[in-house]
């Protein structure tokens, strides 16, 4: 088929017999590529005073395809909405077929019902905050229970899988978890020094740095990094297995997903982020240690045993503690927006971004609820 | 004239999954108007056949011809023109399923035509009223059964309506009766878009049903072992062909 959409645009030539039968004459290249004429001036025509036929003409039309079919179904279908009959001639092979195929029966399926209405819509979401509220109790409950059973070792799950989790979500970390720390640690000791200069005490750097990083920044900000690296890629990892209905495969297999999917991901998360969190307070004071040594002259092992001498073991499992926690939190975010997620590639990316807004939101609130309780009880 | 009227032509092509060779050496064409089957038992390579005739996937030897051009050899710009041409259908629907059933058609037309958005919302109402979904403009693929998945991704594959359409497995993972409505539906599409169909397929009934020409593939010779009308090949084909349309009949 030569595609020449230039050549003689598609024309519509009406004109109204003597027999009050309006003739329709149409010719050229009738072709989707190109712009065809539509059925509103016929349509009009047809307003005006209802003829008592209609015939059309397709002996003018050179080629062809969809563009003339729909022109014609919808002629008809005008046509037999106001009574009137429709004559066709020199109708070109196989198009009557396309027309005839287009109007086999077909069970129509149930009216779908408009937008709803603003008060409707305020309704519907409060139900539905209800509902994803009541969701993500029975996730977390369901979630307790599966980990109880993974202790017991009665989980059903692929050790392969723990095994490639706990390296995803540990040791291929370290090099962001290093770099993010690192860069919080000098930030940090600028900060300090700027400020302690003031007070003429810029030399308590390194227990300003130490105690920031080893009490609270190593577990927040490698708990962050996880939630945007993990956490995500648990949400859209399970969120694109309920696409494919794996998720369901598991289920009919009488396997839970949560015990398959959720438990070795919160397991894995929960125990590499002590050790990670542990290898970011290392990093961190290293960090503070670069400012320290360069801008105020101080001997790297002196920085290192102020430091030291400036911290407890108490503080150090504090960190330790606190990561972990954060660590089942980003976990079951991410799996959690992942099994939330409906059977569309759409929800694949709003299950990554909630699984990162959430995971962040609960490692915030978490810190939080943590100074006030390492507070009460003068930790 | 017999190269004038093959739309599709292999020539000596070889595919491979890195040194693991699936098919060697396949020469065959397409005719203009037939219904073309590309049947084999599973891991014959009849899939990857389909991916190596749409450039999903780089022969390892040979070429595809389209017409009397090279798509192999093509640039990229030119294979895009000639598988516009082309309507494919694959074996799991691959309907986007962050669009509805009006929109996974209006797509192809509001890339490559010049069309309104009320032309567009008439051809898209005509093309699912030939599969037989008007009215089903505004669901979303996954509240559809199957077979109805099936005939969407069928109106999308000929929204533009392509000289060619590839279909990988229609009736995979449909009942008999539905695979059966699909199979006739398609026929009635090819006779009246004069569209010529490529069809991959296990599907006995199917083949017998909609074939006018057909390729066996084998997977133990890694090659093609015969050529021709569906019912001359099991009735006298290779002792291969002739078993798997016995086996295949009797294991249904």
């Avoid at chain 2, 890195?18 to 084999?40: C, I, S, T």
């Avoid at chain 2, 084998?218 to 021709?228: F, L, P, Q, S």
Wanted: aromatic fraction near 6%.
């Amino acid at each position: 088929m030569p595609v020449d959409g230039v050549a003689a645009p598609a024309t519509v030539e009406m004109s109204l017999g003597p027999d009050g039968a309006l003739a329709i004459r149409l010719g050229g290249v009738w072709r989707l590529a190109a712009d065809t004429p539509g059925v509103a001036r016929v349509e009009e025509e047809l307003a005006s005073g209802p003829p008592r036929r209609v015939t059309v003409d397709l002996g003018a039309v050179t080629t062809w395809d969809t563009a003339l079919v729909v022109f014609l179904s919808r002629l008809a279908s005008l046509c037999r909405d106001r009574g009137v009959d429709l004559e066709r001639s020199r109708v070109p092979g196989g198009l009557d077929r396309l027309l005839l195929l287009a109007q086999q029966p077909v069970s129509p399926p149930e009216p779908r019902a408009g937008p709803p209405a603003l008060l409707e819509r305020v309704g519907e979401r409060t139900l539905s905050l209800r509902d994803r509220a009541a969701d993500t109790a029975a996730f977390v409950g369901f979630t307790a229970l599966a980990m109880g059973r993974f202790v017991l070792r009665r989980a059903r799950y692929r050790a392969a899988d723990l095994g490639l989790l706990v390296q995803g979500a540990g040791p291929d970390a370290l090099p962001i978890v290093a770099l993010v720390n690192l860069l919080v640690g000098i930030i940090l000791a600028f900060v300090g020094i700027t400020q302690l200069r003031r007070f003429g005490a810029d030399h308590y750097v390194a227990e300003v740095v130490g105690i920031a990083v080893v009490r609270d920044m190593g577990a927040l900000i490698t708990a962050v990094v996880l939630a945007g690296r993990s956490g995500a890629a648990y949400a859209a990892q399970i969120a694109s297995m309920q696409v494919t209905q794996e998720v369901d495969a598991l289920r009919t297999l009488g396997i839970s997903p949560v015990e398959f999917l959720v438990v070795p991901r919160v397991v894995a998360l929960t125990l590499m982020m002590p050790f990670l969190t542990l290898f970011a307070d290392a990093v961190g004071v290293l960090g503070g240690a670069a400012v320290g040594t360069t801008m105020l002259h101080q001997a790297l092992a002196a920085y290192l045993r102020q430091t030291a001498a400036s911290l407890t073991a108490g503080d150090v499992m504090g960190g330790l503690v606190k990561g972990a926690t954060y660590g089942a939190l980003v976990a079951v975010a991410g799996t959690l927006r992942g099994m939330q997620a409906e059977r569309s590639s759409e929800q694949v990316g709003r299950a990554a971004t909630q699984a990162v807004v959430t995971g962040i939101t609960l490692i915030i609130g978490a810190c939080g609820f943590f100074q006030y309780l390492f507070f009460l009880f003068g930790w | 004239m017999r190269v004038a009227e093959d739309v599709i032509r292999a020539r000596g092509l070889t595919l491979a999954f890195g040194d693991r060779v699936v098919l060697a050496g396949l020469d065959f064409a397409v005719r203009r108007g037939e219904v073309f089957v590309v049947m084999g038992g599973s891991g014959s390579g009849k899939s990857t056949l389909l991916r190596h005739l749409v450039g999903l996937q780089e022969p390892a030897a040979g070429q595809v011809f389209y017409g009397s051009e090279n798509f192999t050899l093509a640039s990229a710009p030119d294979r895009e023109r000639i598988l516009r041409r082309v309507g494919v259908l694959y074996q799991g629907s691959a309907l986007w399923t962050a669009l509805t059933l009006a929109e996974n058609v209006a797509l192809p037309l509001q890339q490559f035509t010049e069309l309104g958005p009320e032309r567009i919302r008439e051809v898209v109402e005509f093309k699912l009223a030939l599969v037989g979904l008007h009215g089903f403009e505004e669901y979303y693929p996954w509240e559809l059964s199957g077979g109805m998945q099936k005939r969407a991704g069928l109106a999308r594959a000929v929204a533009l309506d392509p000289e060619i359409l590839l279909i990988d497995e229609p009736s995979a993972s449909l009942d008999p009766p539905t695979g059966r409505h699909l199979d006739r539906l398609i026929s009635q599409l090819k006779e009246a878009l004069g569209t010529t169909v490529v069809v991959v397929t296990h599907d006995v009934a199917s083949i017998l049903g909609i074939g006018t020409r057909a390729l066996f593939l084998d997977a133990e010779e890694k090659r093609a072992v015969a050529e021709g009308p569906p019912a001359e090949l099991r009735d006298r084909g290779p002792p291969q062909v002739r078993a798997f349309f016995g086996q295949a009949e009797t294991g249904s």
